[in-house]
């Protein structure tokens, strides 16, 4: 048996095979956009920078970025503006590195909790390359903020999308093609050590990480999807760093003023492991799911309200 410590990739759960969206319009809609988002050399660019930019910080260099208060400061001007938020527990924050695991409901929601979480210690974001970078504004606002661990991977519809032209579909064999051959998998062993050692790394130097244990948006307000990703609990097991559970709520459907909460959970601790076994993995996973289940309300209900700007602020946070 070997002794090499686990090395855990963001989407990772064992062997289990992905639970793949049905094939309808907007699966496919996605898929083609996802696409598009992988040939955009500007943005391509932007990732790989962010990437390297990562890994030198994590080594102990430093960048050019903007503080954690100003960004924060940014941040919640722009999302003040737009909805009404609700914080709750805030007084569960640790004063020192976590890692926060939070549910995911809206591309928002990085955003949001970083207009919510203490600017320090900084925090850095490790989430769906292609998703962080499919707007200009967000491409902006990241490349002068930094703290981007960006995670290149397929996505289940582009998945599929791959599934369906190889059973019958053959109006989308062009397209899956063309999945195949532009966008990266993000699987490989060399790739989930590189992401390994920027965490760690991150987590040495005394600066927090955002990750979402999902592992993709969730399909309801209020519900988990599950079995949670073994990265997390890797992750965390390895640094030994706290992991803070938040769940936010009201994110999946967004319009003007709409009441979007952030709810922080008690930290969980635990001892360090350089070399995780799966037992301890596991533990550590169901602790955390029952945590983020405890957070989400148990009979949300949503708002019955107009729904102003309700397209445009889906499409902006997209």
């Known amino acids: 048996m070997s002794n090499s410590p686990l090395i855990p990739h963001p989407d990772s759960n064992d062997a289990q095979e992905p639970v793949l969206p049905p094939l309808t319009e907007a699966t496919i809609q996605r898929a083609k956009e996802g696409v598009a988002y992988a040939r955009d050399r500007h943005a391509n660019e932007m990732i790989r920078q962010a990437l390297l930019s990562a890994e030198a910080v994590a080594e102990g260099g430093s960048e050019h970025r903007v503080s954690g208060e100003l960004r924060r400061r940014v941040l919640r001007t722009l999302i003040h503006t737009l909805f009404r938020v609700k914080v709750e527990f805030s007084e569960r924050i640790p004063a020192q590195p976590v890692l926060v695991a939070a549910n995911h409901l809206n591309h928002i929601d990085p955003f949001l909790l970083l207009s919510e979480l203490p600017p320090r210690p900084f925090c850095h974001i490790l989430g769906d390359a292609r998703t962080l970078y499919n707007q200009w504004w967000k491409r902006q606002f990241l490349h002068l903020a930094k703290g981007v661990i960006p995670v290149e991977r397929i996505w289940k519809e582009e998945l599929a999308v791959i599934q369906a032209a190889k059973t019958g579909h053959k ?146 946070f997209w």
């Not at 990266?184 to 790739?191: A, M």
């Not at 596991?282 to 029952?290: F, G, K, N, T, V």
Request: aromatic share 6%; hydrophobic share 40%; net charge neutral.
């Open 171 to 316: 109006e989308l064999a062009e397209l899956a093609d063309a999945i195949e051959k532009y966008v990266p998998t993000g699987n490989s062993i060399e790739i989930m050590r590189r992401l390994d050692r920027i965490v760690q790394g991150i987590f040495a130097r005394g600066e927090s990480v955002i990750l979402f244990p999902e592992g993709r948006l969730g399909n309801a307000e209020a519900q988990l999807s599950v079995p949670l990703k073994r990265g997390v609990a890797i992750y965390a097991l390895r640094s030994g760093v706290p992991i803070l559970p938040v769940t936010l709520i009201g994110t999946q459907d967004l319009y003007l003023r709409k009441e979007l909460t952030v709810r922080f959970g008690n930290p969980i601790i635990f001892s360090q492991s350089g070399r995780p076994k799966a037992q301890q993995v596991q533990a550590l996973l169901d602790e955390l799911q029952a945590a983020l289940t405890d957070l989400l309300p148990k009979d949300y209900q949503e708002p019955k309200e107009p729904k102003l700007l309700h397209h445009f602020l889906n499409h902006m």
